[in-house]
């Protein structure tokens, strides 16, 4: 008897390390298929703008405005994954600005130190918000939809009320190398190269640890579990409450740390900074490959289609198209994703 169990615990362990393999290799086709696609979409960009793409400038805007979406998109992609979604994260970029401002115009220290506890602040407000909006999705059952859109009101309402309708400045100018610095900017005179800016720095290291967060730890193979089945997550012995709470916890943070970088650029916390940006999150995250219908998804491929939609915006801002229809190439752009993921779904199923 023990023989035969050693012999079936040896064929669960290499069954289960096989499902691990493919899993990996599929992650690594999605994110080569990802970069591909956004290979062709460079290069035909820069054929329709007559060459006017590929200069250091250009580039170095594109990834200095799709910084703080491809920030919430990281939070989004955990929400999803579990099979959930976030409305609330537009909003809490709005508060957290709003308290921070706030908070760094009332203390009597300047320099980085502030910069640090400001963060600790904003990303205690966006991390509490974000427990708030998981308590109804673990204890009662209710949809993310309607417990996040709730949010999304709320934080926005009380955003305003905070701010009384207007943005609030910053008194301290310890904030501008966050917002508006360089990195190795002394190349300038060389080369033309403008340096990478200070939020691009942060978007590379949330990437790198979420990342490594969600393929390489245990908590993250529990929010894959989760998003593939819960019930049978639940049965394995996973506490499913708690890492469903954390996801969005970790929503809410990365909604403060973006809100950070915003408010450190434009010198203030708006109640206005936030607004349309929760869509264009969860755009980021349908793009890169993200299913909606949770269980599958990545940080990498997450950064790629906030880079996508950002390369998108961009080319049509260099051939002078107006917003509107940037809006309607952004929608078919979302409803390609979704009937692509929709398609390959039912492809596997067969």
Known sequence: MQVKDKEATSTLAASAEAVRSKANRNRWYRVAGVVLGLAVVVFAINSFSHGSFFTAGNLTNVLRQITYNAILAIGQTFVIITGGIDLSVGSLIELTGVVMASF?????????????????????????????????????????????????????????????????????????????????????????????????????????????LLTRTRFGRYVFAIGGNEEAARLAGIDVRLVKTMVYVISGGCAAIASLLLMAKFSSGSPNTGIGNELQSIAAVVVGGTSLAGGRGSVVTTFFGALLIGLLNNVMNLLNIESYTQDIVLGAVILIAVVFDELRKRYLAR
């Open 104 to 212: 760094a115009n009332a203390m009597h220290f300047d320099g980085p130190a502030l910069v640090v506890v400001t963060l600790l602040v904003g990303v205690g407000v966006g991390c509490f918000a974000g427990l708030i909006n998981a308590i109804p999705v673990v204890t009662l059952n209710l949809p993310p939809f309607i417990t996040t859109l709730a949010m999304m009101l709320m934080a926005r309402g009380l955003a305003f009320k905070l701010a009384h309708g207007q943005p609030v400045s910053l008194n301290s100018m310890a904030f501008n190398s966050t917002g508006t610095g360089f990195v190795f900017d002394g190349l300038r005179a060389s080369g033309g190269f403008p340096g990478i800016p200070v939020p691009v720095l942060w978007l590379v290291v949330m990437v790198i640890v979420f990342a490594v």
